[in-house]
């Protein structure tokens, strides 16, 4: 399959806590974005970096990724109740032009 | 923020009926898609649209399913005889061009079919 996977599948913190969330993939990509969907709702885009970055930051949010291990990762920082969701990552692949979802960690916090 | 638009947010249908879900795309993206979402499952692809025509489409897209942007501002995804294994979440997104944009995600239409 080229989907993603992400680790851990289910997370459970504290407010405050920071919770991170990690992606991994199986081909060469342009761009991996991240998205938060709350439960039976929409997918919210959250951050997107390409495959020449290696850090983006957005807020309380950082992204890694690490092009050689076919991976990223997703932080959040000081976590609040409000952050309680799934996060998806997505891959866009050097050819064709949709982008493939991981199966989403769901992180709960707790407040 | 600009914002995706889909209608209706649920829709109830008897197998074997058709459906169009309705998609209002952000005003200049060029580029459309359908996804879906089983309960529980992974989001999965299922078509790509430029320039009116379908630029990708995945092995769920077959033959009842069908697309199109008939005014130039909808995005209209149709399934000609509706299965219970369509039951999904069905999400529209656009984006301005392909590789390097961020892709704006509808709210989805939740599709039950009894």
């Known amino acids: 399959s080229q989907q993603g996977e992400e680790d851990p599948q289910a997370l459970s913190i504290q407010e405050g806590e920071n919770a991170t969330m990690n992606c991994s993939y199986k081909t060469s990509i342009n761009n991996l974005q991240w998205y938060r969907q709350n439960s039976g709702r929409g997918l919210v885009h959250l951050i997107l970096?390409?495959?020449?970055?290696r850090e983006k930051h957005s807020g309380r949010l950082r992204v890694t990724l690490d092009t050689s291990k076919k991976s990223s990762s997703l932080l959040i920082t000081a976590s609040r109740a409000a952050d309680t969701a799934s996060y998806f990552c997505a891959t866009r692949q050097t050819r064709g032009n949709q982008f493939y979802f991981g199966t989403g960690t769901s992180l709960t916090v707790i407040p | 923020e600009p914002e995706v638009t889909q209608t209706p947010s649920h829709q109830v249908t008897q197998m074997g009926q058709e459906v169009i879900l309705r998609c209002v795309p952000i005003?200049?993206?060029?580029?459309f898609y359908w996804y879906r979402q089983i309960l529980g499952q992974k989001v999965e692809f299922l078509v790509s649209f430029y320039n009116n025509e379908i630029s990708e489409k995945s092995e769920i897209f077959d033959d009842q399913f069908s697309v199109e942007r008939p005014d130039g501002s909808n995005f209209t995804l149709k399934i000609r005889s509706t299965k219970l294994e369509d039951s999904a979440m069905y999400f529209c997104a656009s984006e301005t061009e392909y590789s390097f944009a961020k892709a704006f995600f509808g709210q989805g239409t939740r599709l039950t079919v009894v």
């Open positions: 005003s200049n993206h060029l580029y």
């Open positions: 970096i390409r495959s020449n970055e």
